[in-house]
Nanobody, 111 residues
Framework: VQLVESGGGLVQAGGSLTLSCVAS????????MGWYRQEPGNVRDIVAV????????DYADSVKGRFTISRDNAKNTVYLQMNSLKPEDTAVYYC?????WGQGTQVTVSS
């Protein structure tokens, strides 16, 4: 199983970014997928989870209305569209599947 995130970067507050996670090594369309984030010194927190069919399982309260999780099962890819970004969204963002984490992608939001 391998998860490879991309799309992070530096953005000003109020801006947008879209993260991607390409999965391999398992039947992607059969499983829910999640995005988590971790700030330095903090635990890794859930951001959003999507079902195998594309239904939304959960969003963290702090991102509701600003972030959207989606997936393309034909491309084995899960996305995280992040709008109206805030400095407190600064973190390393990770893709997750059943005990496997990606390498993470850094998102930095400047004020």
């Amino acid at each position: 199983v391998q998860l490879v995130e991309s799309g992070g970067g530096l953005v000003q507050a109020g801006g947008s970014l879209t993260l991607s996670c390409v999965a391999s090594g398992f039947t992607f369309s059969n499983y829910a997928m999640g995005w988590y984030r971790q700030e330095p010194g903090n635990v890794r927190d859930i951001v959003a989870v999507i079902t195998s069919a594309g239904g939304i399982l959960d969003y963290a309260d702090s991102v509701k209305g600003r972030f959207t999780i989606s997936r393309d099962n034909a491309k084995n890819t899960v996305y995280l569209q992040m709008n109206s970004l805030k400095p407190e969204d600064t973190a390393v963002y990770y893709c997750y599947h059943r005990g496997t984490w990606g390498q993470g992608t850094q998102v930095t939001v400047s004020s």
